[in-house]
């Protein structure tokens, strides 16, 4: 296969039905993501970022359109098959975090690592290792509720880390942090993006994170308005006006 | 065309340790959901065990036929009880759910968890259930016998109380299991991103 781009999408349409309305969330999406790409998703709330997401990483199915991961049709694939690229080759992160709450830190990095046939004893080096370059390594035997969200954002993105996937989904991971950590979150996300080569997606409303992005797509009611690169756009974090 | 990528697992042994993790840190609300089935089988095994001790003592007015369908009313309403326990239990954690989905975990794996869990809630519940009921069995029946003369019955029948303690832990196991596996299945089947948006 080739490996030309991470992800392709052609024509992508998503359509929910809400009672009696059809509303469409996403109007025919047209992208390419390369691999090692930092890629910035910037919309306003609303603006179909999460369902934009949810359609790379295979959580939803496109009611029109097609999905290319790295050149397999998304739709060729079965259920198991996407369970497979899920466990492989995709890590997320969440607005809201979402760690197991009953297990540690260190468990919950281990998590993907179980559905990828490790033994207990890799599962727990990898997982060391990682809390460790995320910058917990006293922190690791902590429940989620002993952590703030800083830290509980790291696990999270340790987890999405530990199963060597090819992209990583970050669903406005700075949404429910103050600025100060959402920014350096972002810029750990960077940095391990550049490190391990993987493909970053990042999607976020808040335009002071546009100086770690490689790429940045505009996002507006389900449309992709322009796709820059960063040297491209001609704003700076301290001015920042949406170019439409 | 494919990625060829080999299929998630999820091994019994690692569901085992979080069921177990997951009952523990939730102790007290795991044992009020128990609560049902605890009170279903402890009244069963009551029963069965003032009726072994009347039988033993030749008593003239030993267990009626009526009461052995007490104990099958009581434990029809022990599984509606239960069931709303494990409906609850369930829709509480259908994030939780998402996210197994999102790291590889198969619709499966899913109900395999929790039915894991429903199992090991129910080795809690039919174990204290058991035990409780056989004590009680024994009390409501100091009035009529002796302390001593029950205590050579029971021991004469040492084998059929421990029958008695693996049938309420089976009947308790397959309940929970039962109760659990509709709700575990209908969030199972849920696709991971519809779970991860649910609210509760």
Redesign the interface.
């Known amino acids: 296969m080739s490996d030309e781009t991470t992800i392709k999408m052609v024509d992508v349409w998503k359509t929910y039905q809400m009672g009696e309305e059809k509303v469409d969330a996403l109007h025919g999406i047209n992208l390419e993501i390369t691999p090692g790409e930092f890629h910035c998703i910037m919309g306003p709330s609303g603006s179909g970022k999460t369902t934009f997401l949810n359609m790379v990483g295979a959580l939803d199915v496109p009611t029109k359109g097609e999905v290319y991961f790295e050149g397999v049709p998304l739709s060729s694939l079965n259920k198991k098959q996407l369970a497979s690229l899920r466990a492989y080759k995709v890590g997320f992160i969440f607005q809201t975090f979402n760690l197991v709450p009953v297990i540690s830190a260190l468990e919950n990095v281990t998590l993907p690592l179980i559905f990828q046939k490790f033994s207990r004893k890799e599962r727990r080096k990898r997982a060391e290792t990682i809390l460790e370059r995320v910058g917990l390594e006293d922190r690791m035997h902590h429940t989620p509720d002993e952590l703030s969200g800083g830290q509980q954002q790291r696990v999270a993105i340790a987890r999405a880390l530990a199963g060597k996937p090819s992209l990583i989904l970050a669903d406005e991971p700075t949404g429910n942090l103050d600025l100060k950590t959402g920014f350096q979150i972002v810029e750990l996300l960077r940095e391990l993006c550049h490190e391990t080569g993987v493909t970053v997606i990042n999607s976020t409303h808040d335009l002071k994170l546009i100086d770690l992005a490689d790429k940045i797509s505009w996002l507006r009611d389900g449309e992709i308005t322009r796709t820059q690169k960063r040297l491209e756009v001609s704003i700076s974090a301290s001015n920042v006006t949406i170019p439409v | 065309?494919?990625?060829n990528?080999?299929?998630?697992?999820?091994?019994f042994f690692?569901m085992l340790y979080?069921s177990f993790?997951?009952i523990?840190?939730?102790f007290l609300r795991s044992l009020i959901t128990a609560l049902g089935i605890i009170l279903g089988i402890a009244f069963m095994a009551a029963l069965l065990t003032s009726s072994l001790i009347l039988g033993a003592m030749q008593a003239e007015s030993g267990v009626e036929a009526y009461q052995f369908w007490l104990v099958g009313i009581s434990l029809v309403v022990c599984f509606g009880g239960i069931t709303n326990s494990m409906l609850m239990a369930v829709n509480e954690r259908v994030?939780?759910i998402?996210?197994?989905?999102?790291?590889?975990?198969?619709?499966s794996h899913i109900v395999r968890l929790f039915i894991v869990e429903a199992l090991l809630l129910g080795i809690l519940g039919g174990g204290i259930g058991g035990v409780l009921g056989i004590i009680f069995g024994f009390i409501i029946n100091l009035n009529r016998f002796s302390f001593d003369e029950m205590s050579v019955v029971l021991q004469n029948n040492s084998i059929i109380l421990i029958a008695l303690l693996l049938l309420s832990l089976l009947i308790s196991m397959v309940l929970t299991a039962l109760a659990t596996y509709i709700p575990a299945r209908r969030a199972a089947n849920l696709?991971?991103?519809?779970a991860?948006r649910y609210e509760n």
């Open positions: 065309m494919d990625l990528l080999p299929e998630p697992d999820f091994s690692e979080l993790s997951n523990r840190r939730r994030k939780e998402g996210v197994y989905k999102c790291i590889g975990g198969l619709d696709s991971p991103a519809e991860l």
